[in-house]
């Protein structure tokens, strides 16, 4: 694949996984005996990242231990947030700073990411430099294993997106990005969902179709139902 950097957004309180996340952080808690976010890494390093950032703030002294006591192929670096959380679009930019390249996958931990999306991240990346928008994102629809999810978008017959009354398409977290939409912006808290609604705007937010079975950590219900799950 052409894109070789990739950030991993593990900077939040995890509220709604409480009581664990008061000792723990969300990323790493375990499914099937590994953490959201060495799935996640190995994810990465199987596409042929050869960079990630991981962005952290919430309990990262142990997101800290945990990269330094493991042997990652591909070069971590570990960027914290230390007097106040920036946020998803806020950290996206400050840890994107740290790339000379332009374009960067973006992935949530909190999705169990498996060998199964490799053909799908590889069509998300290939359309993203045919269509040549700045953002691409990964959606899925009525797939979800927690089915109290509601829809996030739409797509039109161009597979742009749409945000409207009845959203069908739910974001998985992956996406790819290009730096130009942080153009002018300044490092401080924001959500990237600001960022797609001007993109949305503008028809130049483009969504992907992921045909996987969607195993998203949302709450500790879930994560308990999940814990009883192999999940390869």
């Known amino acids: 694949m052409k894109i070789k950097k990739a950030i991993i957004l593990a900077a939040g309180y995890g509220k709604r996984m409480l009581p664990i996340t008061n000792r723990i952080p969300k990323p790493l808690v375990k499914i099937n005996g590994i953490t959201l976010l060495e799935k996640s890494i190995n994810f990465l390093s199987s596409l042929g990242i050869n960079h990630i950032i991981i962005n952290t703030h919430h309990l990262n002294k142990q997101i800290v231990k945990f990269i330094n006591t493991k042997n990652f192929s591909p070069k971590i670096s ?3 947030e230390k007097k106040k959380i920036l946020n998803t679009g806020g950290g996206i930019l400050n840890a ?3 790339f000379r390249k332009n374009n960067f996958f973006v992935l949530n931990p909190d999705t169990i990411w498996r060998k199964e999306y ?3 991240f590889k069509k998300l990346e290939k359309t993203y430099f045919k269509n040549r928008k700045p953002v691409m994102l ?3 629809k009525g797939k979800s294993f927690d089915k109290n999810f509601k829809g996030d978008f739409n797509l039109n017959y161009k597979n ?3 945000r409207q009354k009845n959203n069908k398409f739910i974001f998985t977290g992956a996406q790819i ?3 130009s939409i942080f153009h002018e912006r300044k490092v401080k808290p924001f959500p990237i969902n600001k960022v797609w609604d001007e993109l949305i705007k503008k028809k130049e937010l483009i969504g992907i179709i992921s045909r996987q079975k ?3 950590i949302n709450n500790y219900k879930i994560y308990k139902k999940l814990s009883k ?3 390869g």
Request: proline residues 0%; glycine residues 0%.
């Open 118 to 120: 490799k053909k799908e």
């Open 96 to 98: 994107s700073k740290n």
């Open 177 to 179: 990005i290009n730096k």
């Open 138 to 140: 990964l959606v899925s």
């Open 229 to 231: 799950k192999f999940i």
């Open 78 to 80: 570990v960027i914290i």
């Open 160 to 162: 742009e997106i749409l």
């Open 214 to 216: 969607f195993f998203h």
